[in-house]
């Protein structure tokens, strides 16, 4: 097999098909849109990995640069997974200069906590101070926007 590269910006991304792979595939954004996905595309840091030219996985960051990041809509496709692309991807953005300052990076996961965990990532340290207003069917009823 062929070295994983990554790319970052999303022009350099395939929308189609991580739009296939969220609305089909992902059980946190099924049905999502392609607008929707193009647009929050749009406004995180984007990074995929790539073999011979063919995008294999994908994640994003939404953030300020500064302070914050969300790590979002990660993945790699089933085919390809079991060989450290995800690691190759989050080991890319935490090697950022932007990345390294923030003062705070979170995520959502059901499955991956081992993999996150290898990157520093761990529970809450005061789950009682983070609220949320959690519609996970946003992307959902909101479609035309």
């Not at 932007?98 to 993999?115: E, Q, V």
């Amino acid at each position: 097999m062929s070295e994983v590269i990554i790319k970052t910006g999303k022009e350099n991304m395939d929308v189609k098909m991580i739009h296939r792979f969220l609305s089909e595939d992902s059980y946190w954004a099924k049905g999502i849109s392609y607008t929707l996905v193009d647009h929050s595309l749009a406004h995180s840091f984007c990074a995929g990995a790539f073999i011979d030219d063919q995008q294999v996985g994908f994640g994003r960051v939404i953030t300020d640069y500064c302070t914050f990041g969300w790590f979002a809509d990660f993945f790699v496709l089933p085919e390809f997974r079991g060989i450290g692309v995800s690691k190759k991807i989050l080991s890319h953005i935490l090697e950022q200069p932007w990345s390294k300052r923030l003062r705070r990076k979170m995520l959502g996961t059901n499955d991956a906590h081992g993999l996150y965990r290898q990157f520093q990532f761990t529970d809450l340290a005061k789950p009682f101070n983070i609220l949320e207003v959690h519609n996970p069917n946003a992307h959902l009823q909101h479609q035309q926007e």
